[in-house]
Nanobody, 124 residues
Framework: QVQLVESGGGLVQAGGSLRLSCAAS????????MGWFRQAPGKEREFVAAISWTGGSTSYADSVKGRFTISRDNAKNTNYLQMNSLKPEDTAVYYCAARKGGGLAYFPQLYDYWGQGTQVTVSS
C-alpha cells in the first residue's frame, strides 16, 4: 500500500513557476513508476508526465514538453514536477500517481495509487 500526498500548488501569474511535490509512504517507493496527471473543470483527467523507478526515463505530454520537468528522489520517497512558463491553460487540479510494475504509462487506469490532488491556478 502506498499513500501519496501532493503539495506546492497555488496561484501564479502567467509566465511564472511552481514546483509540485509528491511525498509517498512505504518502503517500496523506488520500485514504482510515478506520474502526474491533471484535471480541469469539465474535462477528463489527462497525462502530464511520468518517470521510471530509476529516474532514467521520463515522458511528457506535448502540451508541457520543454516547460515541465519531472524528477524523483528515492532516498526521500518524493517526486517533483517543476513547472515553468506557466500558461492559463495549465490551470487544473494536479494529481500524483504511482504504478507498481511495468513501464511508463499514459492512461490513468494503469496507475494503482493516487494522491488527493493540489490546485494550480494560472492567471493571465
Amino acid at each position: 500500500q502506498v499513500q501519496l500526498v501532493e503539495s506546492g500548488g497555488g496561484l501564479v501569474q502567467a509566465g511564472g513557476s511552481l514546483r509540485l511535490s509528491c511525498a509517498a509512504s512505504g518502503r517500496t517507493f523506488s520500485s514504482y513508476v510515478m506520474g502526474w496527471f491533471r484535471q480541469a473543470p469539465g474535462k477528463e483527467r489527462e497525462f502530464v508526465a511520468a518517470i521510471s523507478w530509476t529516474g532514467g526515463s521520463t515522458s511528457y505530454a506535448d502540451s508541457v514538453k520543454g516547460r515541465f520537468t519531472i524528477s524523483r528522489d528515492n532516498a526521500k520517497n518524493t517526486n517533483y514536477l517543476q513547472m515553468n512558463s506557466l500558461k492559463p491553460e495549465d490551470t487544473a487540479v494536479y494529481y500524483c500517481a504511482a504504478r507498481k510494475g511495468g513501464g511508463l504509462a499514459y492512461f490513468p487506469q494503469l496507475y494503482d495509487y493516487w494522491g488527493q490532488g493540489t490546485q494550480v491556478t494560472v492567471s493571465s
